[in-house]
């Protein structure tokens, strides 16, 4: 056989070419990329590109130094009985069908639920609730929110470096929404408090936290405003900051920090309707914390001064009432017995301008000012009354938890049954209270009237309905259907028609405008 034709032979003849061709192939991609190295060394590196966008703030440096003193709280919480103060907050909080848009507070990814929410009155859920915290002292004491870790069984810190230690809570207020933990550690990072009062609104702030435990997760924003009030939560004592800084659950208690890296706030809270966050976010100011702090630290719980007043919030209704020239201030709808307000000669209708100077614009402004102050502290109340300025001089108490606030605890308002009397001009039918009523509502004998029945518009557009209780018109007190109607002729037209009503365990003015009728 030829060679040409053995099958070896033909073999081999076919595969070279092809051999030929890969080692050809290899050479020159060697020599191409021997060439690219060389040709790359001898020639100078290029330089960095230019910046094309600048004068944005960069956090990367405040970011660096400050985020080793933050960690992440878990408190691991059982099926314990809550607190009387969570069963209180469980009758007070509105919930989502009430409200449309209401303050958050922030739990563990699968989220517990806020007071007023799913989850019943008698047994706390079971779960974890994942939350920031951030260390104040080297020696181990770290800062939170009191809701992040309210009832838990356990509570467990991580630090940024991986490690972890149980935590104990050495103390907890709720109305400043603040808890001291404390590490079994030493030599840690710390965070350095500054001064929140000194916030202005446009500001930068920062946020580091644990949004759905993503921990040391940064977000950005500037203050949108200080000083607010939050009407739906139990931190009437608070003078909230409110941010666009994003936060999310797991965010609670972590620290906001101005450019600086001081923190100056405790991120707590936001606004939304969805139950994420929408833009608006609150933290707790860090001198209100600090203030909690100290105290916790000395005695495991936090005291606060004590007016002992019911207040509520003016409008231009009130104001025309009143015959005063605008609506600032905070309107006294009643004076607690034995209060220092009542020792003092506050009286109901009076409104409230200043506190030692301190204006009250509005009454959301009063319970922080006198809550930061502790009992025995003499304070000055600039009020109006009657249109005249005076100014009274009160003793603050400490507070309790048995002092209503203006919304008051609910108690068993007595239905209206049909009325007894013709009514008024403004449509408001009235029926003679029981002396059983009145010790249900808390009232003495000849005070109140049941409201049976609302036919007149601006009374129903003022808010009055069936069941509510009339105390007085203007001044005067009235404790019968006859009384009523007599003051609401005397009340006249011209002007507004302020009436002090009670509702559940609350007391507050409203202003009839007869004008709408």
């Given at each position: 056989?030829?060679?040409?034709?053995?099958?070896a032979s033909k073999?081999?003849?076919?595969?070279?070419?092809?051999?030929l061709?890969?080692v050809l192939?290899l050479?020159?991609?060697?020599?191409?990329?021997?060439?690219?190295?060389?040709?790359?060394?001898?020639?100078?590196?290029?330089a960095?590109a230019?910046?094309?966008?600048?004068?944005?703030?960069?956090?990367?440096?405040?970011?660096?130094?400050?985020?080793?003193?933050?960690?992440s709280?878990e408190?691991?919480?059982?099926?314990?009985?809550?607190?009387?103060?969570?069963?209180?907050?469980?009758?007070?909080?509105?919930?989502?069908?009430?409200?449309?848009?209401?303050?958050?507070?922030?739990?563990?990814p699968?989220?517990?639920?806020?007071?007023?929410?799913?989850?019943?009155?008698?047994?706390?859920p079971?779960?974890?609730?994942?939350?920031?915290g951030?260390?104040?002292?080297?020696?181990g004491?770290?800062?939170?929110?009191h809701?992040?870790v309210?009832?838990?069984?356990?509570?467990?810190?991580?630090?940024?470096d991986?490690?972890?230690?149980?935590?104990?809570?050495?103390?907890?207020?709720?109305?400043?929404?603040?808890a001291?933990l404390?590490?079994?550690a030493?030599?840690?990072?710390?965070?350095?408090?500054?001064?929140?009062?000194?916030l202005?609104?446009?500001?930068?702030?920062v946020?580091?936290?644990?949004?759905?435990?993503?921990?040391?997760s940064?977000?950005?924003?500037?203050?949108?405003?200080v000083?607010?009030?939050?009407?739906?939560?139990?931190q009437?004592?608070?003078p909230f900051?409110?941010?666009?800084?994003?936060?999310?659950?797991?965010?609670?208690?972590g620290?906001?920090?101005?450019?600086?890296?001081?923190?100056?706030?405790?991120?707590?809270?936001?606004?939304s309707?969805s139950?994420?966050y929408?833009g608006?976010?609150?933290?707790?100011?860090?001198?209100v914390?600090?203030?909690?702090v100290?105290?916790?630290k000395a005695t495991?719980?936090?005291?606060?001064?004590?007016?002992g007043?019911?207040?509520?919030?003016?409008?231009?209704?009130f104001?025309k009432?009143?015959?005063?020239?605008d609506?600032?201030?905070?309107?006294?709808?009643?004076?607690?017995?034995?209060?220092?307000?009542?020792?003092?000669?506050?009286?109901?209708q009076?409104?409230?301008?200043?506190?030692?100077?301190?204006?009250v614009?509005?009454?959301?402004?009063?319970?922080?000012?006198?809550?930061?102050?502790?009992?025995?502290?003499?304070?000055?109340?600039?009020?109006?009354?009657?249109?005249?300025?005076?100014s009274?001089s009160?003793?603050?108490?400490?507070?309790?938890?048995?002092?209503a606030d203006?919304?008051?605890?609910?108690?068993?308002?007595?239905?209206?049954?049909?009325?007894?009397?013709a009514?008024?001009?403004?449509?408001?039918?009235?029926?003679?209270?029981?002396p059983?009523?009145?010790?249900?509502?808390?009232?003495?004998?000849?005070?109140?009237?049941?409201v049976?029945?609302?036919?007149?518009?601006?009374?129903?557009e003022?808010?009055?309905q069936?069941?509510?209780?009339?105390?007085?018109?203007?001044?005067?007190d009235?404790?019968?259907?006859?009384?009523?109607?007599?003051?609401?002729?005397?009340?006249?037209?011209?002007?507004?028609?302020?009436?002090?009503?009670?509702?559940?365990?609350?007391?507050?003015y409203?202003?009839?405008?007869?004008?709408?009728?």
């Amino acid at each position: 056989m030829p060679a040409s034709m053995h099958p070896a032979s033909k073999g081999m003849s076919a595969f070279r070419p092809a051999l030929l061709s890969a080692v050809l192939a290899l050479a020159v991609g060697g020599g191409i990329g021997w060439y690219s190295s060389a040709q790359a060394q001898s020639q100078p590196a290029a330089a960095p590109a230019p910046e094309l966008v600048v004068g944005l703030p960069d956090f990367t440096r405040l970011v660096d130094q400050v985020g080793p003193a933050v960690v992440s709280v878990e408190a691991e919480v059982g099926g314990k009985p809550r607190t009387a103060a969570a069963q209180r907050g469980q009758q007070q909080f509105p919930d989502e069908a009430q409200i449309p848009e209401f303050f958050r507070r922030f739990f563990g990814p699968d989220g517990m639920p806020m007071p007023g929410g799913p989850g019943g009155q008698d047994a706390r859920p079971r779960g974890v609730s994942q939350g920031t915290g951030f260390i104040i002292s080297a020696d181990g004491y770290v800062l939170t929110n009191h809701h992040v870790v309210e009832g838990a069984d356990t509570v467990r810190i991580k630090l940024s470096d991986r490690r972890e230690f149980t935590a104990k809570v050495v103390g907890s207020d709720e109305q400043s929404d603040v808890a001291l933990l404390k590490i079994a550690a030493t030599n840690l990072p710390v965070l350095r408090i500054g001064d929140s009062k000194a916030l202005k609104s446009g500001q930068w702030v920062v946020a580091i936290g644990s949004p759905f435990g993503l921990d040391h997760s940064v977000t950005a924003g500037i203050v949108s405003a200080v000083g607010r009030a939050n009407p739906y939560a139990n931190q009437r004592y608070v003078p909230f900051i409110q941010t666009d800084v994003a936060i999310n659950r797991g965010n609670s208690g972590g620290p906001l920090l101005d450019t600086r890296g001081q923190v100056v706030g405790i991120n707590s809270q936001i606004f939304s309707n969805s139950g994420g966050y929408m833009g608006v976010s609150f933290a707790i100011p860090i001198d209100v914390a600090m203030n909690a702090v100290k105290q916790l630290k000395a005695t495991g719980k936090v005291v606060r001064g004590q007016l002992g007043v019911q207040i509520q919030a003016m409008d231009r209704d009130f104001a025309k009432s009143l015959g005063l020239p605008d609506a600032s201030g905070a309107l006294v709808a009643r004076v607690e017995p034995g209060s220092p307000a009542e020792r003092a000669g506050v009286q109901r209708q009076d409104v409230i301008r200043s506190v030692n100077g301190h204006p009250v614009y509005d009454s959301s402004d009063l319970p922080p000012i006198i809550g930061a102050m502790a009992p025995g502290t003499k304070v000055t109340l600039d009020v109006i009354r009657d249109g005249n300025p005076r100014s009274l001089s009160a003793t603050l108490n400490a507070l309790t938890d048995s002092v209503a606030d203006a919304n008051g605890n609910p108690r068993q308002t007595p239905e209206a049954s049909p009325a007894n009397a013709a009514g008024n001009a403004l449509g408001i039918i009235g029926k003679e209270l029981t002396p059983e009523q009145r010790g249900k509502l808390g009232l003495q004998k000849g005070e109140g009237v049941l409201v049976a029945r609302v036919n007149g518009d601006a009374a129903r557009e003022a808010g009055l309905q069936a069941g509510d209780v009339v105390l007085a018109v203007g001044r005067s007190d009235v404790g019968s259907v006859a009384a009523l109607d007599a003051q609401l002729r005397a009340a006249g037209t011209g002007k507004p028609v302020m009436l002090l009503v009670q509702r559940g365990g609350g007391t507050r003015y409203m202003a009839i405008n007869p004008a709408q009728e």
